[in-house]
């Protein structure tokens, strides 16, 4: 399967009409952290620059118990915007996969 070169480069959607679709939506994030993650107040920090729909709160732990998932809901207005919150979750110290 050939790669997108649009999606890699962060230009998706291609156009503004495809975008217009898609954007603004609400998305549910799942943030996977370490078992002893110290950082809701940074997480929070971040998310309070944002339109957040659904609130954070903890949710499920990995079966081995290494892991668990925050949850929380942002209303997104643009790619840009959900680029930035991507980078932004991603930074905290601590965060191992953004869903």
């Known amino acids: 399967m050939a790669?997108?070169?649009s999606a890699?480069?962060?230009a998706w959607p291609a156009d503004a009409a495809q975008a217009?679709?898609?954007y603004p939506a609400e998305v549910p994030f799942r943030i996977v952290v370490v078992r002893d993650f110290a950082g809701e107040a940074a997480l929070r920090q971040v998310l309070a620059a944002y339109e957040v729909t659904a609130p954070l709160a903890p949710g499920t732990v990995s079966a081995g118990g290494r892991y668990c998932a925050w949850r929380v809901s942002?209303?997104?207005r643009d790619r840009a915007e959900m680029l930035r919150?991507?980078?932004e979750l991603r930074a905290v110290a601590g965060v191992r996969l953004l869903l």
Do not use: E
Request: without cysteine; neutral net charge.
């Open 20 to 22: 217009a679709r898609l």
């Open 3 to 5: 790669s997108d070169d």
């Open 8 to 10: 890699a480069s962060g």
């Open 85 to 87: 919150i991507d980078r």
């Open 74 to 76: 942002v209303r997104i």
